[in-house]
């Protein structure tokens, strides 16, 4: 079978690779291919990138960059597109999701690089979106002042590559602010961000040279100092090694963008668990926001906090989320896991049982397999999962203990989706901002965040751009 070119690497030439990576997954089902790139050759691609953001992109209007992006949105959600039947092809193979994961991927995720999302996006932060195209009046602070938002020359992004699409979401923003953009693929999912760069260059050719996409071995020193040396701003997903790693290597004039690693979680009020209607919603939600991206993203929960007083019990409630489970298993069947990854599940659980039998407070409800497993524990202190659909459910007295109990993972705090009436939840929000959570949703759109979200507190475009104010 022939090899897919995983890359996109404008003014790229066979002089310039000294040797090909090709890899294989699934058995051979699917084989990617990479160059072997010499930092001299990553040098030259630099620069053409450079020289095509001040020859093009800087002085194109935003417009036309969101028109450009949702074309290939439309083209990656059209079955017919071949882009879009490589992707479904490759990507099960590739990344470990199953096929119906990857279409429901595919299908959501590009919708936040639609036109609609993508303007709201720019208003949401920008106000007018004109300040990227030149100065723009600011009437509320003061007739004489306009101003005037300008992104990097040279944008670097690092990708993890556990979650399909958030490498994508990343180069788009950086494009919405005009900087020559540069990303190193995760060896998770090495496809989709090539594949997109690739096909922006057939509904763009111009844009296309302003974006590069490629993959090399994390800590290829040589490779990662050249562009660390050259850009001036650094946009880093993955472990907190890779961020630390990155930290003390990027430059100081550097702006260093960091997503790090994130834990989320869920709280059902017993509001939520009034009847059997409710339990099932309740349940089918959480068990939603746990199977999407096999429990992989930074929004997935990996404990389900329960108020007792419900008609429900906390118990009970672990019962009805694998129930659920069950049932997405043949909706939405969990990827491929490593030998590893099937090993820390069978020996929490093997640890669960023993703790069982021991007398304490534990509950175990899993699938034959390693498809689900839900943990019914006493105890309410937060606990990380090991993933692939493994969460941990805990009783609490009142939602707002969940803001104490998660106290010493507040810095790594991130999404929260709540099933709760309105009249309780702004308290409880308050609380848990206040202990360093950045996003706090409805329990059913705890997986999808919106465009326009303050990825880890923080503007997705304001943290890319620098302001200058013109005044008189």
Not at 18 to 26: L, N, Q, S, T
Not at 259 to 279: K, M, N, Q, T
Not at 363 to 387: K, M, N, Q, W
Request: glycine letters at 8%; aromatic letters at 6%; proline letters at 7%.
């Amino acid at each position: 079978m022939k090899a897919i070119d995983a890359f996109h690497l404008p003014g790229l030439v066979e002089l310039d690779i000294r040797d090909w990576d090709v890899r294989e997954y699934a058995d051979g089902a699917v084989r990617l291919r990479f160059p072997v790139l010499s930092p001299e050759a990553l040098r030259r691609i630099i620069d053409r990138l450079r020289y095509s953001r001040t020859r093009y992109l800087a002085d194109t209007p935003v417009a036309e960059v969101v028109d450009a992006v949702d074309a290939v949105a439309r083209r990656l959600v059209r079955p017919d597109d071949p882009a879009r039947t490589l992707l479904e092809r490759a990507l099960p193979a590739v990344t470990g999701y199953s096929p119906p994961m990857v279409r429901l991927v595919l299908d959501r995720m590009a919708a936040d690089w639609r036109r609609e999302a993508l303007e709201h996006l720019l208003r949401a932060e920008l106000g007018d979106p004109a300040v990227l195209d030149g100065f723009a009046p600011r009437p509320e602070r003061g007739r004489d002042l306009h101003v005037r938002a300008l992104g990097p020359e040279l944008a670097f992004h690092v990708f993890a590559g556990n979650v399909p699409g958030v490498a994508v979401t990343s180069l788009v923003r950086s494009l919405l602010v005009k900087a020559a953009t540069l990303g190193k693929s995760g060896s998770g999912d090495p496809l989709l961000p090539a594949v997109f760069a690739r096909t922006l260059a057939e509904v763009a050719p111009e844009l296309g040279e302003c974006i590069a996409v490629a993959y090399w071995p994390g800590g290829s020193a040589g490779l990662e100092g050249v562009v660390l040396d050259a850009a001036d701003t650094v946009v880093v997903y993955g472990s907190g090694d890779v961020v630390e790693s990155l930290r003390a290597r990027a430059p100081a004039t550097a702006r260093l963008v960091e997503h790090g690693p994130r834990f989320s979680f869920a709280a059902i009020a017993r509001e939520a668990l009034a009847d059997d209607a409710a339990v099932e919603a309740s349940a089918t939600a959480a068990a939603e926001a746990v199977a999407t991206f096999d429990q992989q993203g930074c929004v997935s929960p990996h404990v389900i906090y329960v108020e007792r007083g419900g008609k429900t019990s906390p118990e009970a409630f672990a019962a009805a989320v694998a129930e659920a489970l069950n049932r997405l298993e043949r909706e939405l069947p969990r990827g491929r896991l490593s030998a590893a990854e099937a090993a820390d599940i069978q020996q929490l659980r093997g640890a669960m049982e023993f703790r069982a039998l021991g007398g304490g407070d534990v509950a175990l409800h899993t699938s034959r397999g390693t498809e689900y497993t839900v943990i019914y524990e006493a105890d309410p202190a937060f606990s990380p999962s090991c993933l692939n659909r493994v969460v941990w459910v805990k009783p609490v007295d009142e939602l707002a203990e969940t803001a104490e109990l998660t106290r010493p993972w507040a810095h790594y705090l991130q999404t929260v989706g709540i099933a709760a009436p309105p009249s309780r939840l702004a308290d409880i929000a308050e609380r848990l901002a206040r202990r360093g959570a950045t996003r706090i949703a409805r329990l059913e759109r705890m997986p999808w965040p919106p465009p326009t979200w303050h990825h880890d507190g923080s503007g997705p475009l304001r943290e890319l751009i620098r302001w200058v104010d013109l005044e008189g």
